[in-house]
C-alpha cells in the first residue's frame, strides 16, 4: 500500500501512519508514504522510516517548483508521472488518499498514465470531503470525484460517517469498509489502570480547532466543578489557531492558575501525561488512548454548542463517538465529571469499562480492513472518464489561498467546522 499523506506534522494523522506502518511491518509487508507538503516532524519522520519507505512530492517535481513544496499549491505543480507509476505500481498497486489534495492528485496521475491501481479513499474528518458552501473549482471537483469512487474505495472509521456520507452525497455506501481508527492497545489485565481516582487533573490532548468544543466546554465548567474538589487543575496539550480564544476565555473566568496551556506533546509522551489523571476529555485517537491506559475518558463531540457528551467512551454504541448523532443518548458532561468525583467507585468502575471498551479500537482490526482492500475488484471507470482541469483547479486554489491571506476568507479552511451534514 502506498499511503498518500498531506503533512508528516505531530498530528492524529501521522501517529495514525505511524501505527498503521507498524503494523503492516509486523506482517513482513512494508508500505510506502507519499508526503505531499514539506511538512514534517523530524522525530515522527524518523520513527516512521523504520517501517515504512517515504518519499516526498517535491523530489517527483521539477527543481524551480521547490519553494511550493512547503504549500498545497506543489500538488498541482508539473511532476515526471511515469516515476510516480512505477512507485504506485511498488506497493501493491493499492494507493490510500487521506485527503482532499492526495484525491485531486491521484486523479492527474490517472489522467496522465495509464496505471492500474486500487484506490481507497479514509475519512479521517467527517467534513474532509462531507462540506458545504465552498465555491471553488478545485473544491467541488474533489467532491465530484469522491462521488464518483466506487463504495468498495471507501473506508469509513465509524457508522455515523458512513450513514452521513450516503445521506448527503446520495449513495449506497453499505459495500465500503468500517474499521476503527486504531491504536496499539497496551498489554495487561483489564484491572490494570493508569489513572487515580484521588487525582485533581483534567487532562485533554489535541490540536487546538474550534470544532473541537470540548475545551470550551471544560473551561466553563470548572467553577461548578471545583466546588466539589477545590483544587482540580485541568490540563490542555496541543497547540492551534483556537488557543487564543481560549486563554481569552480563560482570563475572564479568573482562571489562570487551573488551566495550564502545556503546549505540544510526543506520541510518545502521552502514558506520561496521563500517568495519574482523574480524567480525560476530548475525541480523536487521544481518547481512545487515554481510555486503553485506564484513564476514565469522557466524549467530547465535535462542534457542539452545549456542554453535552455521550459519556463515557464505554457508553457509546460501536465505533462512533466523535460527530453529533441524535440517535445516541448524551448527558451533561458537568453530570458525568461529578460523577467519578463524587464516588471513588464509580471511577473505578468508569475507569475499567474505559479499558475494555477500547479493545475495540486496536490497529490490528485497522490494518485487517486495509490489508482485505488490496484484493478488492474496483470499478474506477467513473472516476478515470471524470473531467478535471488541474489549470483551473491551480488557479481556484491560489484564488483560495490569496482570499484567506489577504481577507481572511477560511471558506475552505475553515470547512471542518460545519459539523455533520445531511
Known amino acids: 500500500m502506498l499511503l498518500i499523506a498531506n503533512v508528516l506534522e505531530l498530528n492524529g494523522g501521522t501517529t495514525f501512519v505511524l501505527r498503521v506502518a507498524r503494523e503492516f511491518y509486523k506482517r513482513n509487508q512494508k508500505i510506502g508514504v507519499l508526503v505531499l507538503v514539506d511538512k514534517v516532524n523530524a522525530a515522527l519522520e524518523q520513527s516512521i522510516r523504520q517501517y515504512a519507505d517515504i518519499y516526498y512530492l517535491k523530489d517527483f517535481t521539477r527543481r524551480i517548483y521547490g519553494p511550493l513544496a512547503n504549500t498545497p499549491l506543489g500538488v498541482f505543480?508539473?511532476?515526471d508521472f511515469s516515476k510516480i507509476a512505477t512507485l504506485l505500481n511498488s506497493y501493491n498497486a493499492h494507493v490510500h488518499v487521506m485527503g482532499v489534495f492526495g484525491l485531486l492528485f491521484i486523479k492527474r496521475c490517472l489522467d496522465a498514465v495509464e496505471v492500474e491501481v486500487r484506490v481507497s479513499f479514509g475519512i479521517y474528518h467527517q467534513n474532509e470531503m462531507m462540506f458545504d458552501g465552498v465555491p471553488y473549482y478545485f473544491a467541488r471537483k474533489a467532491k465530484e470525484l469522491f462521488a464518483s469512487l466506487p463504495a468498495e474505495s471507501i473506508v469509513f472509521f465509524n457508522e455515523k460517517n458512513s450513514s452521513s456520507y450516503g445521506a448527503f452525497f446520495g449513495n449506497d455506501y453499505s459495500m465500503s469498509t468500517i474499521v476503527p481508527i486504531g491504536i496499539d492497545i497496551p498489554m495487561g489485565t483489564g484491572a490494570e489502570v493508569l489513572g487515580q481516582?484521588?487525582?485533581?487533573?483534567i487532562v485533554s490532548i489535541g490540536n487546538l480547532y474550534a470544532f473541537k468544543s470540548y475545551n470550551r466546554h471544560v473551561i466553563t465548567l470548572l467553577p461548578e466543578l471545583k466546588k466539589i474538589r477545590p483544587n482540580l487543575v485541568y490540563e490542555i496539550y496541543g497547540t492551534g489557531e483556537y488557543e487564543p480564544e481560549l486563554l481569552a476565555l480563560v482570563s475572564s473566568l479568573q482562571l489562570e492558575s487551573s488551566v495550564k496551556f502545556k503546549g505540544s506533546i510526543g506520541y510518545e509522551d502521552i502514558p506520561k501525561?496521563?500517568?495519574g489523571a482523574l480524567a480525560f476529555v476530548g475525541s480523536g485517537t487521544a481518547i481512545l488512548e487515554a481510555a486503553a491506559l485506564g484513564v476514565p475518558a469522557i466524549v467530547g463531540i465535535e462542534s457542539t454548542e452545549q456542554?453535552?457528551?455521550?459519556?463515557?467512551?464505554?457508553?457509546?454504541?460501536?465505533?462512533?463517538?466523535n460527530e453529533l448523532d441524535t440517535a445516541q443518548r448524551t448527558y451533561l458532561m458537568k453530570d458525568v465529571l461529578q460523577s467519578i468525583l463524587d464516588s471513588a467507585d464509580k471511577w473505578q468502575c468508569a475507569a475499567v469499562a474505559c479499558k475494555t471498551k477500547s479493545s475495540l479500537f486496536s490497529i490490528e482490526r485497522t490494518v485487517d480492513g486495509l490489508m482485505r482492500l488490496e484484493?478488492?475488484?474496483m470499478n474506477l471507470s467513473a472516476f478515470k472518464f471524470m473531467k478535471y482541469s488541474n489549470k483551473?483547479?491551480?488557479c481556484s486554489f491560489l484564488m483560495c489561498a490569496a482570499k484567506q491571506a489577504l481577507l481572511g476568507d477560511k471558506t475552505f479552511s475553515s470547512r471542518r467546522e460545519q459539523g455533520t451534514l445531511k
Open 392 to 394: 483551473w483547479a491551480f
Open 307 to 321: 456542554p453535552i457528551t455521550y459519556g463515557l467512551l464505554s457508553d457509546i454504541n460501536g465505533l462512533s463517538y
Open 197 to 201: 481516582a484521588e487525582s485533581s487533573r
Open 375 to 377: 484484493t478488492l475488484s
Open 77 to 79: 505543480a508539473p511532476v
Open 273 to 275: 501525561v496521563l500517568n
